[in-house]
């Protein structure tokens, strides 16, 4: 069903935030095309929009990455890193980029930077005030994203205007990060208990207690419209996944349109998103019967599924006294191709930090992906740099070719 993604991928994530300052010099983001060569990747994915708000690119729309209040990435004034380094990749027909959009992050609480600023209208209502300052389960643990409502109408125009401005640029592909709510306690504006009202056709009595209540400790006691809450919320996310695939296909048919998720699941509720396929009927504690019908994996091309464990083997993750097969990359990858259900190519996708000091793991987690998933992430290339692990890289996408 997929012409336009081709499996056994070998692809590399250059995250700015991590990079940006070191490839703010050419002859460094020379030196990284050349090891992304000569490492045997087949797709490298460059962050055309970063998790606070601000775009690698000029844009109409959103505030410049050099325009930081703090200075980080001044380097950047007046340039344009999507047209520099896809200039440099012009002759390099085998690997494709794809540029990355962080879609509802939009500012940061440290230097109170970004949209989310701009249009305070647009944050994320919480549940409640003693909640609003809960980690977003981002992967920047010191950095305090501010999420924007994803069913607000000017922040779908608005992300949807940043897409399609990307769509003009000489990529192969667009992916979608943070394409989610920050967690479990957002969105409880006015906006969504309508929207929500509107779709389970009936007022909710006790707003928003009937949904969930919270305890002392922040644990969370489901109520009895959770599950149709989590329903609804997931199904807000996959009508704009919807809508960012129309707009990349009408751009450019053979554009790549894939996401990036975490692969934890029975977890991800928390995040209002349903990455599975729409055939796949989960069956669990908060799932509603007709859960499936939020199901997004047929919006993509292909999707890559954080297995971010330290753990490769189920085995490891037993006698480690993990609570589930899935917290280990063998188990999460078993989970994602039965959440997916054959709709669409995975790729398990690894985070390097999780194999500090210890390359034999990295090696066994890379193959792990190569064996049981349609190729592999690499997250992050600052990783490999700080590590010195690009031989390793080299030698293991290398050996899978060749086998």
């Known amino acids: 069903m997929n012409d336009v993604f081709n499996e056994n991928a070998n692809i590399l994530w250059v995250d700015f935030l991590a990079n940006g300052e070191r490839l703010a010099n050419e002859e460094e983001q020379v030196k990284l095309i050349k090891q992304a060569v000569e490492s045997g990747i087949t797709h490298m994915i460059i962050d055309a929009k970063v998790p606070f708000g601000q775009t690698t690119y000029p844009s109409n729309y959103a505030h410049h990455i050099s325009s930081w209040s703090d200075g980080s990435f001044s380097a950047w004034k007046n340039r344009d890193f999507l047209k520099e ?14 540029a990355n959009v962080d879609v509802f992050s939009e500012g940061i609480t440290s230097s109170r930077d970004g949209m989310a600023y701009d249009k305070p209208e647009w944050q994320v209502t919480f549940y409640n005030d003693a909640v ?14 501010i999420f924007v409502n994803p069913i607000h109408p000017e922040v779908v125009e608005y992300e949807l205007n940043i897409i399609k401005e990307i769509c003009t640029y000489n990529l192969d592909g667009i992916v979608v990060d943070r394409c989610r709510y920050p967690n479990i306690y957002g969105d409880f504006s006015d906006l969504s208990r309508i929207g929500f009202e509107s779709y389970i056709g009936k007022k909710v009595i006790n707003w928003p207690e009937d949904i969930f209540t919270i305890d002392k400790t922040k644990e969370i006691n489901r109520g009895a419209l959770f599950p149709k809450w989590t329903e609804w919320r997931a199904l807000n996310i996959k009508n704009f996944v919807s809508k960012a695939r129309e707009l990349v296909k009408s751009a450019n048919p053979n554009l790549i349109f894939s996401d990036y998720v975490g692969s934890w699941y029975p977890l991800y509720y928390s995040e209002g998103v349903n990455w599975g396929s729409e055939t796949y009927h989960p069956d669990l504690e908060w799932t509603s019967k ?34 589930a097969e899935w917290y280990s990359v063998e188990g999460a990858i078993d989970k994602s191709l039965e959440v997916i259900n054959g709709s669409i190519p995975v790729v398990g996708s690894l985070f390097l930090k999780d194999y500090t000091n210890n390359p034999d793991q990295f090696r066994k987690a890379i193959r792990m992906c190569k064996e049981k998933s349609a190729g592999v992430m690499i997250f992050d290339t600052v990783y490999l740099e700080e590590y010195n692990w690009w031989d390793i890289l080299a030698e293991e996408l290398n050996i899978s070719k060749e086998s």
């Open 85 to 98: 380094f896809l200039s440099k990749m012009k002759d390099i027909k085998h690997i494709k980029v794809l």
């Open 132 to 145: 609003s300052n809960e980690s977003n389960a981002a992967e920047y643990s010191d950095a305090a994203t």
């Open 290 to 323: 007709t859960h499936n019908v939020s199901g997004l994996a047929e919006q993509l091309d292909f999707i890559m599924t954080g297995c971010y464990y330290p753990e490769v083997y189920v085995e490891e993750a037993e006698q480690n006294g993990r609570p």
